[in-house]
């Protein structure tokens, strides 16, 4: 894996920008800004998939998302150089914000009061990590394994009871499925692969299935392996299920603690936005976008993300443009966190697409992030001032920049 920054050989600023000009077109660039990858949870088999699919479909900026961990960026960033495809280098938190959760307000977990969602944009790669940052980023790593370590304890009861024949080692299922940090949903492929090879019939599976979900029948296909495994989680897993192992409250770090860890890793912290639900519902947090907009910035956040497939193309719109008016750096995703094998190109529920607009936007999100690693890269301060405020005016320069940074990098011979 090359550990070096793929900015060390980058021309400086001035002839970046002076080079952009001079090529007399600036292209909007397809990108999908946040997906998880083997290191947290995906639907991926492997990182190279995603740059493969991306390929294949026109995107040509993506953006590592994954939960606690950076270990993916040096592949990442190898293959980047690989398909000629830009990366940017993110990662994301669960936060708690202890006041909200007394009030029962929902912010972007919808089930859980108070619980937060946070990423980091545009982190140094290799990742620049130390003193109390780096301590309290491995004990949430620690602390997530330390939950899932009980769940399998509780999944291996059950089998035992049941006379199965087969159980689960952790570092085992691991080295198979996950990389340095194995979570839920592995433990949810984990089982029904094991199901699948222990039981020859459709009956004898779905009998199984009865006994563990505590006398539920499984509702989906058994063909449809995206869908199984949800259920595996939604009935096994989760609150109510035989395996579920509540999450410590001690083991959630505070958003000012996340934001911390961000910024001393170099990055930009990010809220994720939910936005409107199947139903057209927002949470108590999202519904008054003037009150988030404040909120946020006096948290310091000046930069949110969306996954546009959870939202319709009419909230999506109406939420980024007000946001847009505030210049605030917006970018979007698809996250490929579950089992279920979506396209890399970013499009709204029901498969709508973006507009000309939002790809616009969404291009200069990434365009501001790329100008940022590139900054921070070599010594210089980023979208980001020393006090953490956000540079919100320089948005337009900081865009073009970006633009420059990414061109560069794509126009470069293959390593």
Do not use: W
Request: charged content about 25%; some cysteine; overall charge negative.
């Amino acid at each position: 894996m090359n550990k070096q920054s793929i900015f060390t050989n980058f021309p400086e600023r001035h002839d970046l920008l002076d080079a952009q000009k001079n090529k007399g077109e600036n292209k909007v660039l397809l990108v999908n800004g946040h997906f998880h990858t083997p290191y947290s949870f995906s639907a991926f088999t492997e990182i190279e998939q995603a740059f493969q699919m991306a390929k294949a479909e026109g995107v040509q900026v993506l953006g590592i998302n994954d939960f606690y961990t950076t270990d993916g960026y040096a592949e990442f960033a190898d293959l980047a150089r690989k398909y000629k495809i830009f990366p940017l280098f993110n990662i994301e938190f669960m936060a708690l914000q202890s006041d909200l959760q007394v009030q029962g307000i929902r912010v972007n977990d919808p089930a859980n009061p108070g619980r937060t969602y946070m990423s980091g944009k545009g982190l140094t790669n290799p990742l620049v990590l130390e003193g109390e940052s780096m301590r309290l980023l491995q004990q949430v790593q620690h602390e997530s394994n330390v939950q899932t370590t009980e769940i399998l304890k509780k999944v291996n009861g059950l089998l035992a009871e049941l006379n199965v024949g087969f159980s689960f080692n952790f570092e085992q299922l691991k080295t198979k499925y996950a990389k340095n940090m194995l979570r839920e949903r592995h433990i949810a492929k984990a089982l029904r692969i094991a199901i699948d090879e222990k039981f020859t019939t459709e009956e004898q599976k779905q009998a199984f299935y009865f006994q563990i979900f505590s006398g539920k029948q499984v509702k989906s296909k058994l063909t449809d392996v995206a869908s199984l495994e949800n259920e595996i989680r939604g009935n096994l897993l989760k609150s109510g299920g035989r395996a579920f192992v509540p999450e410590d409250p001690t083991a959630f770090l505070s958003l000012e603690q996340v934001n911390s860890i961000i910024i001393s890793a170099g990055g930009i912290p990010c809220y994720p936005v939910l936005l409107d639900d199947a139903k057209g519902n927002f949470t108590d947090y999202e519904g008054d976008f003037t009150r988030l907009y404040e909120t946020l910035v006096s948290k310091g956040i000046y930069t949110i993300e969306l996954i546009p497939g959870r939202n319709t193309f009419a909230a999506l719109k109406e939420f980024v443009t007000f946001f847009r008016s505030k210049n605030f750096l917006i970018t979007f995703g698809t996250e490929h966190n579950t089992p279920q094998l979506d396209p890399v190109k970013v499009s709204c529920s029901g498969g709508v697409d973006l507009d000309e607009e939002l790809n616009r936007i969404g291009y200069e999100g990434a365009c501001i992030i790329a100008a940022h690693q590139y900054l921070v890269a070599n010594g210089e301060e980023g979208f980001l001032r020393g006090d953490g405020s956000g540079k919100t005016a320089e948005y337009n320069s900081f865009a073009e920049l970006g633009n420059a940074v990414i061109n560069q990098f794509l126009e470069e011979k293959p390593l």
